[in-house]
Every structure is written in structure tokens, then in C-alpha cells.
């Protein structure tokens, strides 16, 4: 007479740590790192409904693993954690922004903290790529800030998800920033100016901005929806501008995202009713 079949609930050969849940479905979990801040391992999950799907699941997470496409907590370098930061947390700026924070990261901290582990980064290290930066790459201060102000948020982000205990770049020592005087087109040049774009085809662009102060983005994004010639106003909505690395423009929200309305002197009011007669 045949032995029953002895049920166990070992998992298949490979297949690691899998259990069914009690919606029915299956779990496989691996270990892939260890939380800096606890210690305690930090497990991956995979869900399936069967489980052969789950082993199937569960082995190619341990490829991954064991081929390096997954990267593992305690062997993070900078430059990896640098590039999930760009391509995952950074969907909420505008691209030229984006572009610009990966430039920056690219040209100057990839070549010297990059290949860092990311848990192993500390205060010391930061502050001697800042002050290379400056020193060696000749950057102004201004530059060096924009450098830190980039950084700083990505390794907050590593400190939020709890890759890092602390974010290495909070003690710093920056080289002050002097701020330049903004020099307006001096009174005696200005008629010179005005006599110059006299019948320039752009000069109604000439005209509004420098008798608005507005940007250069923001005076070629106006449309005429933007102004109100019986409130003798202009709302300023959105800016033209040329994307970064491509040759295409874009119509993209004011600075700061705040749109804001101006009432322009009646002589820039004038030129503005004048340009609509003449392209009528």
C-alpha cells in the first residue's frame, strides 16, 4: 500500500523565501541590503498569483541582484544614487530646470564624489569638492551655491528614504555671494536706445521691456489674451523658452510659478495698440 503524500511548507529548490497569503495570492521575499539607520535588513517583495509565477518572479529578482542590476543599499555609490534621484524625483520641475540640475551634477560633483558609497559620504568629502570647485575650477561663489543647493536636495531625498543617517552636505562653510547692482540703461543712452528701434520689426518687444522691467521669456510668451487695454493692463502667464540641449522653444510658467499683472506706463500701452494696427 502506497505512503500518503506528506504535505511540507518548505518552498521549491530556488525559489527562497515564498509563503501564500491569505487572499490567496503568493509572496517571495530577498533580502537586498541593510538599513543604515536600523541595521535591520531591508527584504524586497514580489507578488504573484501562482506559485510557480512567484519563483519565476523571486529568481529573477536574485539575478538582478547577483548581476548588479539592482543595486544594493550598502553598495550605492553617489553617482548611482544621483541618477535614480534625477530620473524618479524630479518629475514635478520644469525640463529646463531638470536639465540644468543634471548638468550640474554631471560637470561637478559625478567627477569627484561619484564613485563614493553612498553610505560611506561625509561632511569632510562635501566640503573639499565645494571648495575645489572654487579654488581649482575657478567657479564664482554664485556657481558653487547652485552646486550645493542641487546636491543638498538629492542627498535629502537619500536622508528621507533612509539610504543615509544625516545628509553629508548640511555642514558646509560657502564663499559668500555678492550680490551685483542691477545697472538700468542709463538716462542718457536712453533716447539713443529709442531712435535705434525705430522701425525695427521688433520694436514693440524693445520697447515693452524696457519700459516694464519684464523678462526676456516674459515679454516673448505674451499673447493678447494677456492684455487689457481698458484696464490698462498685462498678466504676465507664461515665458518663451528655448529648451536646454535641443534646438525647439517651449511656453512654460512664469518664474517662481507665481503669474503676476503689471499696469505699463500709456506710451508702452500705445506702442502695444500700435503693433495690432500695423499686423492688422
Given amino acids: 500500500m502506497p505512503k500518503p503524500e506528506r504535505k511540507t511548507n518548505r518552498a521549491p529548490q530556488g525559489a527562497g523565501g515564498i ?3 491569505s487572499n490567496g495570492r503568493w509572496q517571495g521575499t530577498n533580502t537586498v541590503g ?9 527584504k524586497k517583495y514580489v507578488y504573484a498569483q501562482t506559485e510557480k509565477e512567484c519563483v519565476k518572479k523571486l529568481k529573477a529578482l536574485q539575478a538582478a541582484i547577483d548581476g548588479d542590476t539592482f543595486i544594493e543599499l550598502s553598495r550605492m ?6 541618477c535614480i534621484w534625477v530620473s524618479e524625483y524630479l518629475g514635478s520641475v520644469k525640463p529646463n530646470t531638470k536639465y540644468d540640475y543634471e548638468r550640474v551634477l554631471e560637470n561637478y560633483v559625478k567627477p569627484t564624489l561619484g564613485a563614493v558609497k553612498l553610505q560611506k559620504l561625509n561632511p569632510h568629502q ?4 565645494y571648495n575645489a570647485l572654487q579654488r581649482e575650477k575657478a567657479l564664482s561663489a554664485k556657481t558653487v551655491k547652485n552646486v550645493h543647493g542641487v546636491f543638498h536636495s538629492a542627498l535629502k531625498q537619500a536622508q528621507r528614504l533612509g539610504y543615509v543617517q544625516r545628509n553629508p552636505a548640511d555642514n558646509k562653510n560657502l564663499p559668500r555671494v555678492e550680490r551685483p547692482d542691477i545697472q538700468p540703461i542709463p ?14 520689426e521688433f520694436e514693440a518687444v524693445f520697447f515693452v521691456t524696457v519700459f516694464t522691467g519684464m523678462r526676456k521669456g516674459e515679454v516673448l510668451g505674451l499673447t493678447w489674451s494677456n492684455v487689457d487695454f481698458e484696464r490698462g493692463t498685462v498678466c504676465i502667464r ?3 523658452l528655448k529648451k536646454r540641449g535641443e534646438n525647439a522653444f517651449m511656453l512654460t510658467s512664469p518664474k517662481n510659478d507665481k503669474p503676476r ?4 506706463s500709456p506710451s508702452t500701452q500705445s506702442t502695444l495698440i500700435l503693433d495690432i494696427r500695423c499686423k492688422i
Fill in 187 to 200: 538716462e542718457n543712452i536712453l533716447p539713443a536706445f529709442l531712435e535705434a528701434i525705430q522701425g525695427h
Fill in 19 to 21: 509563503c501564500k497569503r
Fill in 77 to 82: 555609490t553617489v553617482t548611482q544614487w544621483l
Fill in 34 to 42: 541593510t538599513n543604515p539607520g536600523t541595521g535591520n535588513p531591508v
Fill in 126 to 129: 562635501v566640503q573639499q569638492c
Fill in 238 to 240: 507664461q515665458q518663451l
Fill in 261 to 264: 499683472t503689471i499696469s505699463p
